[in-house]
Nanobody
Framework: QVQLVESGGGLVQPGGSLRLSCAAS????????MRWYRQAPGKKRELVAA???????NYADSVKGRFTISRDNAKNTVYLRMNSLNAEDTAVYYC???????????????WGQGTQVTVSS
């Protein structure tokens, strides 16, 4: 079992920056992938950024060039640096981790509790 604790959300003015953190704890063998999703009111949850075990990163078109996903292996933490924020970035951001907890089972998705990001002047 893996527990994810998110932090770093808040209120920021347009053009500002925030860094979200997601710390993983619990019993697991390895983390295969780390992702950030977001969900605005009335909209579906969308994938924002993903970091694979090999190190490759992928981003939604709407955040390319502005957001950066990274990982600190020593802290089992994934980050999302968000720059040049605008109103369309307002959403609840969720951390998602794909982790292996058993030698003979497939990897499992785990979710953070969500952190609110509000971009407003």
């Amino acid at each position: 079992q893996v527990q994810l604790v998110e932090s770093g959300g808040g209120l920021v003015q347009p053009g500002g920056s925030l860094r979200l953190s997601c710390a993983a704890s619990g019993s697991f063998l390895s983390i295969n992938a780390m992702r950030w999703y977001r969900q605005a009111p009335g909209k579906k949850r969308e994938l924002v950024a993903a970091l694979a075990s090999a190190g490759s990163a992928n981003y939604a078109d709407s955040v390319k060039g502005r957001f950066t996903i990274s990982r600190d292996n020593a802290k089992n933490t994934v980050y999302l640096r968000m720059n040049s924020l605008n109103a369309e970035d307002t959403a609840v951001y969720y951390c998602n981790v794909v982790a292996t907890t058993d030698y003979y089972s497939d990897a499992t998705n785990y979710w953070g509790q969500g952190t609110q990001v509000t971009v407003s002047s």
